[in-house]
């Protein structure tokens, strides 16, 4: 086999960190992705308002790993930004990660400081807890302030969001929004939080910058891509090394039944003000249909005249709706074991690697998508 020419299917941030690196190595690199941009999901633009809006929701990096930190900072210049999200209960505004600003603001003055206090000595050496470990506390009180956040917050959200009963779902949905255990407004917690000086896109182009790498868009790979026995064939005669970085289900043609996915519709909408709302990011979970709003001038803070701001509605993504983008895996029990089944399928191909958020049917934050593929080299 020619180790030294290498296929990989998605440029997405998982593709096109391994085309660097391998290019770096000696390789020679062709990505494909079927969209007509670079950056998969990463991808940014400047709209008609001169205001850079991010196609597929909005898109903070974050990241506690210095190697990712020092590799990214090789491909362009980032400005730090925390950011603030927010969360509308009961029509009022209040910062999530859901801060003691929460309880101030919902419950009387005394009540409030009680639930504070309790926090504090229940859990003395912990800046954050999950509702789900507040729920099952022994202190009635907490629980109380627990229920709050769950009742109007997290069950409607999720319901929305996954469109299964909450009781049904991964558990480890619910941990992703932090109830911090003190007044502090930020979302995430992790040592570096920055935004692209210049945008995902121009990022992803200086990663993709390199004479060993050629990029062939608008071109799906699915049907080209053949099996031979033991091997995965993309060019006839030529056993060379395919990286997949797209859904396992796709590719072998739904043999095992399809993946669920959850995915969005963004509506765009432009008003010529200064500012929609307050953060940018809220969340609205008590709206009907939709979850959350990005206000995109504050992604970081851009000077323009208006506003641009992209409602997000959930929708479906299964067999009967094939036009929507695959976005969350719905992780249940069933679904793990039809992946595993893929996965098996896609081992028993010597020549075809698969990594990536769709190929390992996993969420994955930029950062750790960046780890697995710089893993995936070192480890060879
Ligand atoms: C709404 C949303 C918001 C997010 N926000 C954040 C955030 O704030 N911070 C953060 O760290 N992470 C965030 N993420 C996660 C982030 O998007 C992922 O970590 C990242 O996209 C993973 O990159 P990837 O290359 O694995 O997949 P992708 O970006 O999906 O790239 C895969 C590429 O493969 C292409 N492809 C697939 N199949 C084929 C085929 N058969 N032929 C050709 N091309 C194919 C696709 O077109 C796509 O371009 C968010 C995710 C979502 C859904």
């Not at 020679?28 to 670079?38: A, G, L, M, P």
């Not at 709209?47 to 974050?62: A, M, N, S, T």
């Not at 996915?261 to 963004?266: D, N, V």
Request: hydrophobic letters at 35%; glycine letters at 6%.
């Amino acid at each position: 086999m020619n180790d030294k020419r290498i296929n990989i299917v998605g440029c997405g941030i998982t593709g096109c960190v391994l085309a660097r690196a391998y290019a770096e190595k000696g390789c020679s690199v062709t990505v494909y992705d079927r969209r007509e941009h670079i950056g998969g999901n990463l991808y940014d633009f400047t709209d008609e308002h001169g205001i850079r809006v991010h196609l597929y929701g909005p898109h903070i990096f974050h990241t506690n790993s210095d190697i990712v930190w020092n590799f990214v900072n090789e491909y362009g210049e980032w400005a730090p930004f925390s950011l603030v999200c927010g969360a509308v209960l009961d029509g009022v505004c209040v910062p999530t990660a859901f801060d003691f600003t929460t309880a101030d603001t919902f419950f009387p003055k005394e009540k409030a400081e009680e639930i504070k206090k309790r926090l504090l000595v229940k859990y003395p050496n912990k800046k954050t807890a999950t509702v789900l470990e507040l729920l099952s506390c022994d202190d009635a009180v907490i629980r109380e302030y627990a229920e709050f956040l769950y009742e109007k917050d997290y069950k409607p959200y999720t319901a929305k969001q996954w469109a299964v009963d909450p009781e049904k779902i991964d558990r480890s949905i619910f941990s992703r929004v932090p109830v911090r255990l003190g007044y502090k407004k930020a979302y995430f917690d992790d040592k570096y939080q920055a935004m692209p000086k210049d945008g995902y896109t121009h990022f992803i182009a200086n990663l993709l910058a390199h004479q060993n790498i050629s990029v062939v868009l608008k071109t799906n790979m699915t049907d080209k891509i053949r099996f031979i026995n033991n091997k995965a064939v993309l060019h006839d005669g030529v056993e060379e090394r395919i990286i997949y970085t797209g859904a396992l289900d796709e590719l072998f043609g739904y043999r095992f039944g399809r993946l669920p996915y959850r995915s969005l519709r963004f509506e765009w909408k432009y008003e010529d003000k200064d500012a929609f709302q307050d953060m940018p990011v809220v969340a609205y979970p008590q709206a009907e249909g939709f979850t959350r709003i990005t206000e995109y001038k504050k992604l970081p803070v851009q000077q323009a005249q208006g506003t641009t701001y992209a409602v997000e509605y959930p929708l479906p993504c299964s067999a009967e709706d094939t036009e929507n983008e695959p976005y969350y895996p719905v992780l249940t029990d069933d679904s793990k074991q039809a992946f595993e089944k893929y996965r098996a399928l896609a081992d028993s191909y010597d020549n075809l690697i698969c990594c990536g958020r769709l190929a390992d049917f996993k969420y994955y934050n930029i950062d750790q998508a960046i780890e697995n593929a710089l893993r995936q080299v070192r480890s060879e």
